[in-house]
């Protein structure tokens, strides 16, 4: 029994070849005339990669640097989340604090979006007009001395930016009655102030004991 020559790279490169083409041949059929030609045969190029097991894997040091990336826009990550915690525990404790100072109007409500866990409304009534923010979940207990609605208020405040205008109105307003009902001090003029340094050296003068000389009995005849 005779065996069959052995294959040589040359032949086994040329029989690879023929059965990629006859694969895409397929494909192309498969996919029919209107599919568009470079799409398809960049997927056919993937498929036939994948089932021969040549994909290629990444180095151990571009797996090290995609890590390090990665820890460094945690940190970033991370530190931009604190600070966004800080700026909103600033923000309840200024609303907590204007609710006290506004008890007749200042009421807490959940909103209508959110539901009685989620997201709540802190309505105060300044200059006229009925204002409002939201409040995180998890600042709720600052406001224990807020009254409290069950139910969601209506909204009849005014927009954001209407609100905003509305506050730096209303704050100027209030500034201007500050200045006008507190008296500032008047200084003092330079001839008072000369006047009264006399005053209290002379009093200082007055005060201080006078040294007297010492008295010697009289000699003797």
Sequence with gaps: MS????????????EHEEHEEHEEHEEKDARGPGAPGSLGRAAAALRRALRSGRVP???QRD???CRRER????RHADSYEREL???????????????????ASAVLAPDSEAGPDGVHQLRIEAGGRQLSWRLHP??????????YAPHALAADGPPAPDQAAHLRRHTRLLALEGALLT??????????LTEST????????????????PTHPPPSP
């Design 85 to 103: 915690t800080r700026v909103r525990l600033d923000h309840a404790h200024l609303l907590a604090w204007l609710a006290a100072l506004h008890p």
């Design 57 to 59: 894997r990444p180095e």
């Design 138 to 147: 998890a600042d709720l207990p600052l406001f224990a001395h807020t009254p």
């Design 71 to 74: 820890d460094r826009w945690q």
């Design 63 to 65: 797996l090290d640097d």
């Design 183 to 192: 008296e500032p001090a008047q200084p003092a003029a330079p001839a008072q």
């Design 198 to 213: 006399e005053l209290i050296a002379t009093a200082t003068t007055a005060t201080e004991p006078t040294a007297t000389a």
């Design 3 to 14: 065996t069959p020559p052995p294959i040589t790279p040359h032949e086994e490169h040329e």
